[in-house]
């Protein structure tokens, strides 16, 4: 697997736990605006409370600069880079479904991150909305912004 | 055909034969939208007329509505239960509790618009629904424990992203204030629905799904949420308390408008538990700290919670804004022997003791585990003190306990009481006429808010402070067929309807915000007022429930009395003016004067031609 240089991203999401305020919009707007329904299970991030401990995490594409995802997809132009966002992005009409990239991404604990839509039987994954993402344009108190890389 | 918005299924379980089946929610879609709307429908056709709460004919139903689980601002876990409720007054008759959270939402990606239970266990069970697969199992294991713990251990059992709504040891003592709690602080509380849980030996009921709600047009769907968020937002600008954490008290709440929304607290030391606790108080419950040390309140809040007792009993009713028992104790009513403790109702840590005993139903505890009104028959004692309303209910937004709404705001409060059968969210129009005046943003011009209300109610006199009882039957009509749409579609009932706005130069915001939402999402095209329409219509088949359990004019004239007494400025209700502004709500809804039964004419009308002739049939209609 050639770890072949790539153009670096110029955007991200970060996130800040204290902050969010566990309405979960990010989740439901992300399914909406991508797949036409309203679920976390089809949302490209992953929201993870647990009121008990009062305690949140959320799974993000890390856009990293260098993508293991990417490197990992076994077929060719189905993995690519968002030329004006830098966001690496799987190509739905290319994806074959094997998971590989969902396999490489350590950020992917419980598979939030890079998922399987079952019904599409593609692996999805954060684009950056083309550079406006709407969950970050959603959350009410702006614990998800987009944040500018520097040095990209 | 491909159903938006609703799942199109609601399981059905049936306790005592354990056996679960399904039903198509087509059947009751659009008409009666969902939530409060499909539960009154499905409860006319289940529950027989007349009987006991804690029977196993009694049906305890959980429905969610269109807009439960989806971006839909305040809609998130939304959801409605509903059944003969335990806490009614002077016999359990058929009521409503709205429940937020996110265990509605999680519902619906299992699979299930709603759920609804009926007949009794033999030992305690609960019910897991994952990813449409739904399954009774043995409960004995949680059966004892609070609603805290109980859920930890669901939790491990399923892991992270499962929902729980279950019943405290109030609920499985069959305490008639005991709530169906899911998480930190959010509960089914109003009606005693914990208890008759309880009285199924259903402890929890778990869900978790990786479904979603398909919308019908995703992309209006969208800029509709982004408008509607702007619009409440300007109506209920965010004023943040310094040095607390605030959190959504439903999934999917973009507003951020309620002053005492879900206020987080972590590692609280309270006085009886060694360990810190860490939880939330939220609408009422805040009330909880004005006792002293307020960590002791704070412990006696979450206490409530863990046994599963209703705050609005506590806080509204014995003492906080209802002062009942600190009044018996000022007055010497109640002694130190039968309490069984110092008689102390400023100090938290004697709450948490009551709590205890109440949930427990020992010594004093279980006469206020029958709910206030009873306790105060059982006690004979100090019933001029209740701070109880009507239908088993105590004091909400009536202007007799709250230093609001004004004369004369709260006669529309009172309308509202007279017919319903629980406490009305008088909200929608009193609290936004005067009690936000002085908040946020206020105030808002009386002009505005005269014109602004005469498109809504059809007359500046609707909110004139000087209209005394004139126009006030038509805006309680109008309200009262909105507060059904909000419990059906589901919708935050504080921050809406969005009759005003700060930031419209007329002072208007939008009261179709409700149909634009419903219509995208659902791809059914009802114009407001369609949708009012449909509220309209589940009002009158809540009527049709309420007389063939053998209501009567003369109960929801109930409220008089309470509304005679004189209210925070003094000013008492005009028992003869109220009868004719009850005459005109009747004449509004078509219903008879003398018995106050719908006509066989407006139920044909509103498309209820099957709920006339069940009625002809009994003999209950005018």
């Known amino acids: 697997m050639a770890m072949r240089p790539l153009p670096p991203a110029r955007f991200r999401l970060r996130f800040d736990a204290d902050t969010c305020w566990w309405c979960r919009c990010c989740e439901l707007v992300c399914s909406l605006t991508h797949e036409g329904a309203c679920g976390p299970s089809l949302a490209r991030l992953r929201i993870d409370l647990d009121q008990f401990k009062a305690e949140v995490k959320a799974d993000l594409c890390w856009q990293c600069g260098k993508p293991l995802c990417l490197y990992a997809c076994p077929v060719p132009g189905a993995m690519t880079i968002d030329e004006a966002t830098g966001a690496r992005l799987i190509v739905a009409e290319k994806c074959t479904g094997c998971g590989e990239c969902a396999k490489a991404c350590p950020f992917n604990r419980e598979g939030g991150v890079i998922r399987l839509n079952a019904a599409r039987g593609i692996y999805v994954k954060c684009d950056l909305c083309g550079g406006k993402p709407a969950c970050a344009e959603t959350c009410p108190v702006n614990a998800i912004q987009i944040v500018a890389l520097k040095g990209a | ?622």
């Open chain 2, 1 to 622: 055909m491909t159903l938006y918005g609703w799942t199109g299924r609601i399981l059905e379980a049936d306790l005592t034969a354990g056996r679960l089946t399904t039903i198509s929610t087509e059947n009751y879609v659009p008409e009666y939208i969902g939530g409060r709307g499909v539960a009154a429908r499905l409860a006319w056709e289940r529950i027989p007329a007349s009987i006991d709460a804690f029977e196993p004919r009694n049906v305890l139903i959980f429905m969610t509505g269109p807009l439960t689980g989806t971006l839909a601002p305040t809609s998130g876990g939304r959801m409605t239960v509903t059944g003969v409720a335990p806490q009614a007054y002077p016999r359990p008759h058929y009521t409503r509790s709205s429940i937020g959270g996110h265990f509605g939402a999680e519902l619906k990606y299992a699979g299930y618009d709603g759920i609804v239970t009926s007949g009794a266990a033999a030992e305690p069970v609960y019910l897991s629904v994952v990813d449409g697969r739904a399954e009774l199992l043995d409960a004995r294991q949680l059966w004892g424990l609070d609603t805290f713990t109980a859920q930890r251990a669901l939790l491990e059992k399923y892991g992270r992203g499962v929902e729980i709504a279950c019943i405290g040891p109030a609920g499985e003592n069959l305490v008639r204030i005991a709530v169906i709690q899911s998480g930190l602080e959010n509960a089914a509380a109003q009606g005693g629905f914990g208890a008759v849980m309880g009285a199924k030996r259903l402890k929890a009921i778990v869900v978790r799904g990786s479904g979603a709600v398909r919308i019908a047009h995703p992309s209006r769907f969208h800029e509709t949420c982004r408008e509607v968020q702007g619009l409440a937002r300007a109506a209920r600008e965010w004023r943040p308390r310094p040095g607390t954490s605030r959190k959504a008290c439903t999934a999917s709440c973009t507003v951020k408008g309620c002053g005492d929304a879900y206020i987080l607290y972590r590692n609280v030391l309270g006085r009886l538990r060694a360990d810190p606790w860490t939880g939330v108080v939220q609408c009422a419950s805040p009330m909880f700290l004005r006792l002293r040390p307020w960590e002791a309140g704070f412990e006696a809040a979450q206490l409530a919670n863990a046994y599963g007792i209703n705050h609005w009993e506590i806080v509204l009713g014995l003492t906080g804004a209802g002062r009942w028992l600190d009044q018996c104790v000022e007055k010497g009513l109640i002694t130190e022997a039968e309490m069984g403790m110092p008689l102390e109702p400023k100090n938290g840590e004697f709450w948490s003791r009551l709590l205890r005993k109440i949930a427990y139903r020992e010594g004093i505890g279980d006469v206020f585990a029958e709910g206030l009104p009873r306790a105060a028959d059982l006690l004979s004692r100090g019933k001029e003190f209740l701070p109880h309303v009507a239908h088993g209910f105590e004091t909400h937004w009536d202007g007799h306990f709250f230093g609001a709404p004004c004369y004369p705001y709260w006669l529309v409060s009172a309308l509202e009481w007279a017919l319903d059968s629980r406490d009305p969210l008088c909200h929608g129009y009193a609290q936004e006429i005067t009690w936000w005046w002085d908040r946020f943003r206020g105030p808002l011009s009386i002009e505005n808010i005269k014109k602004a209300a005469a498109r809504v109610y059809g007359s500046e006199m609707s909110v004139d402070p000087e209209s005394g009882y004139a126009y006030k039957a038509q805006p309680a009509f109008w309200q009262q067929n909105r507060l059904v749409v909000k419990d059906s579609v589901p919708i935050c009932d504080q921050v809406f309807p969005l009759i005003f706005s700060h930031d419209a130069a007329d002072g208007y915001g939008d009261t179709s915000a409700e149909a634009k939402l419903f219509s995208a999402a659902t791809g059914v095209e009802w114009s407001e007022a369609e949708l009012d329409r449909a509220g309209e219509r589940v009002f009158n088949l809540e009527r049709a429930i309420m007389i063939r359990e053998g209501r009567t004019r003369r109960d929801d004239e109930t409220v008089i009395p309470y509304f005679k007494r004189p209210d925070y400025e003094g000013i008492p209700l005009d028992e003869e003016k109220f009868r004719a502004l009850l005459d005109e709500l009747y004449e509004l809804r078509g219903w008879d004067k003398a018995t106050g039964r719908p006509t066989r004419e407006r139920l044909e009308g509103l498309g209820l031609k099957d709920i006339a002739d069940e009625l002809e049939e009994i003999g209950c209609l005018p």
